[in-house]
């Protein structure tokens, strides 16, 4: 088992999960090129059997760099009222390095509380700023070119960071860290079309909660 993985047993907590996927016990990244899909830091089930709201959960799944099992949540969550989980929509969007996506669900949420959380008030110009920063070191990044340091990319993971840990913050406020067996109220309404579909990616049965 890893140095920075924590015990795969009950006494796994929301705090020793999360302090796993952080710095200093794990680097943050930013984007995950070139590698995509890319390695989990630690097995997936020790954030699922957290059994967290699903937008905390996505998130971890985030700083997991488990971006599949984050998007598997997100798309149940893709519209009003659901802010917190569209604007993760766009950051992980960010992370895998899909900038103009990224753009785009930045912009819906721009005027709702989690945004300003990260970015306060009036801050799209500044998040569209960081977007830039990020596009602009997306090459030194696939190139793995980071060995040496690069003040550019260091400054975009800082800020990167920040906004993740805003979002966080917000989020623990607002869902809370405690259990939440049942999901199937954050379910949100989608088209018919796009419905039919999530449902069809919901396994169901034993083990799985309900969305």
């Given at each position: 088992?890893?140095?920075?993985?924590p015990?795969?047993?009950?006494s796994?907590?929301y705090?020793?999960?999360?302090?796993?996927?952080?710095?200093?016990?794990?680097?943050?990244?930013?984007?995950?090129?070139?590698?995509?899909?890319?390695?989990?830091?630690?097995?997936?089930?020790?954030?699922?059997?957290?059994?967290l709201?699903p937008?905390?959960?996505?998130?971890?799944?985030?700083?997991?760099?488990?971006?599949?099992?984050?998007?598997?949540?997100?798309?149940?969550m893709?519209?009003?009222?659901?802010?917190?989980?569209?604007?993760?929509?766009?950051?992980?969007?960010?992370?895998?390095?899909?900038?103009?996506?990224?753009?785009?669900?930045?912009?819906?949420?721009?005027?709702?509380?989690?945004?300003?959380?990260?970015?306060?008030?009036?801050?799209?110009?500044?998040?569209?700023?960081?977007?830039?920063?990020?596009?602009?070191?997306?090459?030194?990044?696939?190139?793995?070119?980071?060995?040496?340091?690069?003040?550019?990319?260091?400054?975009?993971?800082e800020?990167s960071?920040?906004?993740l840990?805003?979002?966080?913050?917000?989020?623990?406020?607002?869902?809370?860290?405690?259990k939440?067996?049942?999901?199937?109220?954050?379910?949100?309404?989608?088209s018919?079309?796009?419905?039919?579909?999530?449902?069809?990616?919901?396994?169901?049965?034993?083990?799985?909660?309900?969305?």
């Amino acid at each position: 088992m890893s140095s920075n993985q924590p015990s795969s047993t009950s006494s796994s907590t929301y705090e020793s999960v999360l302090a796993s996927l952080l710095p200093p016990k794990s680097p943050h990244v930013f984007l995950t090129l070139p590698i995509s899909p890319h390695k989990p830091l630690i097995p997936s089930h020790l954030i699922t059997t957290l059994s967290l709201h699903p937008v905390l959960e996505s998130f971890l799944h985030i700083l997991n760099l488990d971006l599949s099992s984050a998007h598997f949540l997100l798309r149940h969550m893709q519209a009003a009222p659901a802010f917190e989980a569209m604007y993760l929509h766009g950051i992980l969007h960010r992370i895998e390095g899909d900038v103009d996506n990224a753009r785009a669900w930045y912009r819906d949420v721009k005027e709702t509380d989690v945004f300003r959380a990260a970015w306060e008030e009036g801050g799209l110009e500044r998040a569209m700023d960081f977007m830039g920063k990020v596009e602009g070191v997306k090459g030194i990044v696939r190139g793995g070119k980071l060995n040496g340091g690069d003040g550019e990319v260091d400054e975009v993971r800082e800020e990167s960071l920040m906004e993740l840990k805003a979002v966080l913050g917000f989020c623990e406020i607002f869902f809370g860290t405690g259990k939440v067996e049942d999901a199937s109220g954050v379910w949100v309404s989608m088209s018919e079309k796009n419905k039919d579909i999530a449902e069809k990616m919901i396994a169901g049965g034993e083990g799985w909660r309900r969305f």
